[in-house]
């Protein structure tokens, strides 16, 4: 059974730093493309990030533009949020989620959350003002 487990998350204060981790198990998600998301209190699900399968793509969603990155590595099955100068507003649970198929590989960056196939159980994010 394929799934992702999430790490990382924590309380920090604005303008700090955080790593989160998703760990893969149980598929080739080399081939993937790998999405971070988020979920405020009371808000909806919205796309963070995301990575094609090689590394070679990546798409921010604008409030994250400058601030966040995304990077994998495949022979750890691991992907990485790396989040600089967090607001108060970056408060969240932060899912990610692979998009994985059973043959061939995901060569662009799935923006919505209906296109990924496996989820995290997400991981909070809270960052004080």
């Known amino acids: 059974q394929a799934q992702l487990v999430e790490s990382g998350g924590g309380l920090v204060q604005a303008g700090d730093s955080l790593r989160l981790s998703c760990a893969a198990s149980g598929g080739t998600f080399s081939r993937s493309a790998m999405g971070w998301f988020r979920q405020a209190p009371g808000k909806e699900r919205e796309f963070v990030g995301g990575i094609n399968y090689n590394a070679g793509r990546t798409n921010y969603a604008d409030s994250v533009k400058g601030r966040f990155t995304i990077s994998r590595d495949n022979a750890k099955n691991t992907a990485y949020l790396h989040m600089n100068s967090l607001k108060p507003e970056d408060t969240a649970v932060y899912y990610c989620?692979?998009?994985?198929?059973?043959?061939?590989?995901?060569?662009?960056?799935?923006?919505?959350?209906?296109?990924?196939?496996?989820w995290g159980q997400g991981t909070q994010v809270t960052v004080s003002s």
């Open positions: 989620a692979a998009r994985l198929l059973s043959y061939g590989v995901i060569d662009y960056v799935p923006l919505n959350g209906r296109d990924y196939t496996h």
